[in-house]
């Protein structure tokens, strides 16, 4: 087809305003998938909204998104602009691979496997602590609490600290999207707190080296010669941010989801060790926390008959590709035992910028659900399930639930 004969962005539907600000999008995308393969926002963000487009969209034909949303909210210095320049998750090419290398070393697949009974005795700790002492709010008690104490213990940082940082994760979580103009002095703020505090562990370790991820973390990008200090902070800003946000997030969601389906849930009960894993496949592809992934066209684009010309700014919905009925049986029907799951999950998003504590985060969700399911496996859901709020990074609502043995 010859770029006369392709359908312009013009021709693709609006998304309505329920997709960009609702809760509940997957109705609405369902629909949209029926009248066209792509949509585009009043934004001027093109969606692609078929599980085939995912690796077209997140090759390289596009580039990552770097300071230009940033630039596009008037954020042109500051903290915000600073962490967004200098960290990895916004960057390509060789300042990409600089800086990700020696966090991917570091943070190598056997060493987050190694700490599996690790985790696995924090989750047993948080969990056995709150056996019948009736309800207890599942997000700031158990699921805020097992990330940042894991992440914390990887870093050496004391548990003490942990209270403090997991108010900075909040705020610098914020600064990944669009700002709230009336946050912008609170998320400052915190990113200069936690920078200042980054700053004195990195100096830390160099002072006094300690058998741990940071004082590693320092050995090798002096190896490597090639960052500044700025990005070495940054980069482990972000892991500490990245490490915790997300992961708390998909824990709560899949419990809930689990808990709602009491079959499966007594599935996973009779078989904890056996059905973990299909149970964070299952959940991630059923509320995935990462609504999509944004990109930039290096060239002209074609998407099933549309022309997606350089420069457009196009995005892969992860929600609207992960219940595709065209890869998925039933995609609107929570199933812990389906069998045709994606050899690569989609929500730990693709290629250079895949990401990069995987290892960890799946040993985490996959510990905690098996360990509830064991240590309280008549644990019940109060009220009303949680819900995930419209955001790039969707952030998770309120959760109650009763652990009972």
């Not at 905690?368 to 009220?383: C, D, E, V």
Request: hydrophobic share 40%.
């Amino acid at each position: 087809m010859t770029k006369t004969q392709l359908k312009t962005l013009d021709d693709a539907p609006l998304a309505p305003k329920e997709l960009i600000f609702g809760d509940s999008p997957y109705d609405v995308l369902r629909r949209m998938r029926e009248k066209a393969p792509i949509a585009r926002t009043d934004v001027g963000v093109t969606l692609a909204l078929r599980n085939r487009h995912f690796e077209l969209v997140t090759s390289d034909a596009t580039r990552q998104i770097e300071t230009e949303t940033k630039l596009m909210q008037g954020i042109t210095d500051g903290p915000i602009y600073d962490f967004t320049r200098l960290a990895m998750l916004f960057t390509n090419g060789e300042t990409h691979i600089r800086r990700r290398l020696p966090v991917a070393r570091t943070f190598a697949f056997k060493l987050m496997q190694a700490m599996r009974p690790r985790i696995r005795d924090i989750a047993e700790d948080l969990i056995g602590s709150k056996i019948g002492v009736g309800p207890v709010d599942f997000v700031s008690d158990i699921a805020s609490q097992f990330p940042a104490r894991i992440i914390a213990e990887i870093l050496g940082i004391p548990d003490s600290d942990v209270p403090t940082f997991l108010n900075w994760i909040q705020d610098t979580a914020s600064a990944l999207g669009m700002i709230d103009p009336a946050q912008r002095d609170q998320i400052e703020a915190s990113l200069n707190a936690f920078y200042d505090y980054v700053a004195d562990l990195l100096d830390q370790r160099r002072k006094n080296p300690q058998e741990d991820f940071v004082t590693e973390y320092v050995r090798k990008t002096a190896e490597a010669g090639n960052l500044g200090e700025d990005e070495i902070r940054t980069q482990l800003l972000g892991l500490i941010l990245a490490g915790s946000d997300t992961t708390r997030g998909s824990i709560c969601m899949i419990l809930s989801e689990l808990l709602q389906h009491p079959q499966q849930w007594t599935d996973l009960t009779a078989d904890p060790d056996g059905l973990k894993r299909a149970a964070v496949e299952e959940g991630m592809r059923y509320q995935p926390l990462v609504s999509g992934i944004p990109r930039i066209a290096m060239r002209d684009i074609e998407i099933d008959g549309y022309l997606v010309p350089k420069g457009a700014v196009i995005a892969i919905s992860i929600i609207s590709a992960l219940r595709d009925p065209e890869i998925f049986s039933e995609p609107d029907r929570f199933n812990i035992h389906r069998a045709d799951q994606q050899r690569w999950h989609f929500g730990f998003g693709a290629g250079a910028h895949r990401c990069v504590g995987e290892a960890l985060a799946r040993a985490e969700m996959e510990e905690m659900l098996a360990t509830i399911a064991r240590m309280a496996p008549n644990t019940k859901l109060i009220g009303d399930p949680p819900i995930l709020m419209p955001a790039a990074i969707r952030q998770v609502g309120p959760m109650t639930v009763a652990f009972e043995a």
